[in-house]
């Protein structure tokens, strides 16, 4: 999940955001097995990115240098090994770098409605009113592929370290064993794939608003918030019973929250906080919070990573059957293109709890703080 | 034992909050694999407009029947994402030890005549089950979106 900020004000885009979402929609693969016909790598090279991840974009051209001291971990998780990915995951990834995919993935042109931590929002440089865009995808078909290729490898050590599982989904092996070791070097393989994934999209979504707004880079003045993984386990330090102890924290439908002055919170948000970004549904409204030192105390530094479904997919379609959705937000002033009308439907504002109750919990537990309101103005979806 | 089908096939949309799941129904366990096969194909596509000009040949071998499911399954997954290939006809053929052969006829997607459906991840373990219904065997399998 990545957020971009810009130097445009929402009035001035307004008349353009048809043709915005239309090239982004062009431009950017989404749907089923997206692909690109214009970046297919090599498997070599894609070993590259596996070890390199945002950086490996970088030095192709795909962003700048500075992009990479708002990405988490620099945009790069250590202990990545590409040989651990299979041949068959290398495939699936090789024509997807700068692809969304479908499901809940999307790219949202929106703008900062709220403001409710001033201090916190001039850190993270985000003025009311201001174009902002939110990139939501991840490791693609490699990722999959990885996940597919390790269960296999796990229902068999589940076996054979007499793990009885209650779901086979649920199949695992101890951290420190070769089985455990594997997957994280996997697993953080396929997270460098995600992180030069968005830097791609980044940098196709900063040509895009330059070339139907005719501004130079500096004038569209788009440039990365923060990017935070979803769904990660990483290797941690935190206190437990006053005693400091690394730990593997795995955090899924969830995401980190690190507190003001923590050495891995950016140096320009370290007196406020990790941004957390949140996500909410395509027709009403995003977060951007910020990490605190009770999430830290608490809950090993994390917080909610979104806002929940409330209607099963098949519910949706259901219900979504006679509507024109893309008529029904374009009333709103959203903008919406979709590769498939069923994951549009799946994917309906009213399928998702309503995202600023579930802030509002994280808030009020003090697990993370609001700085501020994204509306949606434009909406790609896979 | 050996069973074909043609998509669509008849089958069941499984309820649950963030993915996607199907209920088949079949005679014996060729016959279920083939149909799980057809169904997945009407989840990502509408079948009708596929033509059976190709085929794909799928040779698995698992220690039970519900690892070979999901394999199966996934395996189809790929062929659609990475092959870009539509299957419309499915053969399956399985021996007594969990060794599949199947056999897929389609074409390879073509974005003027296709239409996608919805976007899966993989077949998941999750709530897995093959078992006996009144008159025949019963799968039940969930999707990652």
Not at chain 2, 51 to 60: F, G, M, N, P, S
Not at chain 2, 71 to 78: A, K, P, Q, V
Request: proline share 4%; hydrophobic share 40%.
């Amino acid at each position: 999940m990545r957020l971009l900020r810009s130097g445009l004000s929402r009035e001035a885009v307004k008349p353009r955001m048809k043709d915005l979402v239309e090239s982004l929609f062009r431009n950017v693969p989404s749907g089923v097995g997206s692909h690109r016909k214009d970046l297919r790598l090599e498997a070599k090279e894609l070993r590259e990115v596996l070890l390199k991840g945002a950086s490996w974009a970088i030095s192709q051209g795909f962003g700048l240098g500075a992009d990479l001291d708002a990405i988490e971990a620099g945009g790069r998780i250590g202990g990545a090994d590409p040989e651990e990915v299979s041949d068959r995951a290398v495939e699936r990834g090789r024509n997807q770098l700068g692809t969304l995919g479908s499901g809940n993935h999307f790219v949202e042109i929106g703008y900062v409605a709220d403001i409710y931590d001033e201090k916190a929002a001039r850190a993270l440089r985000l003025e009311q009113d201001a174009i902002t865009v939110i990139i939501h995808t991840g490791s693609r078909g490699l990722g999959y592929q990885v996940c597919d290729d390790f269960i296999a490898a796990m229902l068999r050590a589940a076996d054979k370290y007499g793990i009885l599982l209650p779901d086979r989904q649920l199949c695992c092996a101890p951290l420190v064993s070769e089985e455990g070791e594997r997957y994280l070097r996997a697993m953080s393989a396929a997270a460098n794939f995600a992180f030069a994934n968005r830097q791609v999209i980044t940098a196709f979504v900063r040509r895009i608003f330059e070339e139907v707004l005719g501004l130079s880079p500096r004038e569209a003045g788009l440039s990365v918030v923060y990017d935070v993984c979803h769904n990660i386990a990483k290797m941690e330090e935190h206190e437990v019973d006053g005693r400091k102890r690394r730990l593997c924290v795995h955090r899924k439908g969830a995401t980190r929250a690190f507190p003001p002055g923590h050495p891995e919170t950016p140096a320009a948000y370290r007196a406020v906080g990790q941004p957390v970004l949140i996500p909410g549904d395509m027709g009403r409204y995003s977060y951007v919070l910020v990490g605190t030192e009770r999430a830290y105390k608490e809950t090993f530094g994390s917080t909610c990573h979104g806002a929940g479904r409330v209607l099963s997919r098949a519910a949706a379609r259901k219900a979504g059957r006679h509507r024109s959705l893309v008529r029904e937000l374009e009333d709103r002033g959203i903008v919406v293109r979709s590769e498939g009308r069923m994951t549009l439907l799946e994917e309906m504002p009213e399928a998702y709890k309503d995202v600023a109750r579930v802030v509002d919990v994280c808030d009020r537990a003090g697990l993370s703080k609001k700085v501020a309101r994204l509306v949606p103005a434009g909406v790609i979806k896979g | 034992m050996k069973a074909c089908c043609e998509s669509p096939v008849e089958y069941r949309l499984l309820e649950h909050t963030a993915d996607l799941g199907i209920e088949v129904r079949a005679a014996d366990l060729a016959e279920l694999f083939a149909r799980a096969g057809a169904a997945l194909a009407d989840l990502l596509y509408d079948p009708a407009p596929v033509a059976e000009t190709l085929y794909r040949v799928v040779l698995l071998d698992e220690r039970d029947r519900e690892i070979l499911l999901v394999r199966w399954l996934n395996e189809l997954i790929f062929l659609r994402e990475v092959e870009e290939f539509l299957w419309k006809r499915v053969e399956v053929e399985i021996d007594g030890a969990f060794r599949l052969r199947a056999v897929l006829l389609g074409e390879a997607f073509e974005a003027t005549r296709h239409v996608p459906r919805t976007g899966l991840k993989a077949a998941t373990y999750h709530m897995l089950c093959i078992e006996p219904g009144p008159q025949n065997l019963v799968a039940r399998v969930l999707f990652d979106v």
